[in-house]
C-alpha cells in the first residue's frame, strides 16, 4: 500500500490511486456523507456543457465526473495520471476517450478546449501554478475553468468540527470501506494544507484566468471556483 508525502511527488500520488481505485467512488461517498454527489450536479451546472463542445475532465480517475457532460451531448475527455484508475473507469464506460496524462504537462494542444474542469484533483498535483496554466493554454479564448476542492469552512465553530473529523474520524472509517486507508490520511493532511478561497483565486488570476469568482458548498467544505480565458 501506498501513501503520498505532502510534497506530491507525481510517481507516488499515481501510485496511491491506483491502490484506491477498485472502491474510490464508494469511498468518496460514504466519507463524504453522500454530498459529493451533490457537489457533481453543482460542478454539472457550472461547466454547462452544450452539444459538440470539447470538455477536459482533469483528474477524472473512474470518469464518474464526466458522465453529466457526456449526457448533456458533449465530446469529454477523462484525463488521468492514474493508470488502475483509468483501467477501473475504461470497464465501466469503454466507450469514453480514457487519456494518461500529468496536470502539470498535458498531452493536448494549445486551445483545444471549450471547457476544462477538475473536481479534487488540483490539491494533489506538485505545482498548483503550473497547473493553472496547462489548462489556461488547453483552453480556448472565451473558454471556461470550472474547479471543485475542498476548502475552508466560513463558520468557524464549524470549521473546529471539521478539522477534528478529518484527523480522527476519516482515517478509521477509510479503513472500513477503503482498499489502502491510508492514502486517506493523506488526503486529511492534505486538505488542511490547502489555500482557501482566495488563495486559489489568487492563484488563478496569476495563471491568467479572467473573471475568477467561486462559491461555497457546504458551509466552504468545498468551493466552486470559476474562470475565463479571455
Not at 151 to 170: D, G, H, I
Not at 173 to 183: E, F, G, L, M
Not at 184 to 202: K, M
Amino acid at each position: 500500500m501506498t501513501r503520498a508525502s505532502l510534497d506530491k511527488q507525481p510517481h507516488e500520488v499515481a501510485s496511491m490511486f491506483d491502490d484506491v481505485a477498485a472502491n474510490y467512488d464508494l469511498t468518496n461517498d460514504v466519507l463524504s456523507l453522500g454530498q459529493a454527489r451533490l457537489w457533481r450536479k453543482e460542478v454539472a451546472r457550472a461547466v454547462d456543457a452544450r452539444p459538440a463542445q470539447k470538455i477536459l475532465d482533469l483528474a477524472a480517475g473512474t470518469a464518474t465526473s464526466s458522465q453529466p457532460f457526456a449526457r448533456a451531448g458533449a465530446y469529454v475527455v477523462p484525463c488521468d495520471f492514474s493508470i488502475g484508475m483509468l483501467r477501473v473507469g475504461k470497464k465501466r464506460h469503454p466507450w469514453m476517450p480514457f487519456t494518461a496524462g500529468d496536470g502539470m504537462r498535458l498531452p493536448f494542444k494549445d486551445e483545444t478546449f471549450d471547457a476544462v474542469t477538475i473536481s479534487f484533483g488540483l490539491r494533489n498535483i506538485q505545482d498548483t501554478g503550473a497547473a493553472l496554466s496547462e489548462l489556461y493554454r488547453v483552453t480556448r479564448r472565451g473558454g471556461r475553468v470550472v474547479i471543485c476542492e475542498f476548502s475552508q469552512p466560513t463558520w468557524t465553530p464549524f470549521r473546529t468540527v471539521y478539522t477534528e473529523y478529518l484527523m480522527r474520524a476519516l482515517p478509521p472509517v477509510a479503513r472500513a470501506v477503503s482498499s489502502n486507508p491510508d492514502a486517506y490520511v493523506y488526503l486529511a493532511e492534505s486538505i488542511r494544507a490547502w489555500p482557501h478561497q482566495a488563495g486559489l483565486a489568487t492563484l488563478l488570476q496569476k495563471a491568467g484566468w479572467s473573471d475568477v469568482a467561486w462559491r461555497n458548498l457546504t458551509g466552504g467544505v468545498v468551493a466552486l471556483h470559476r474562470g475565463v480565458r479571455a
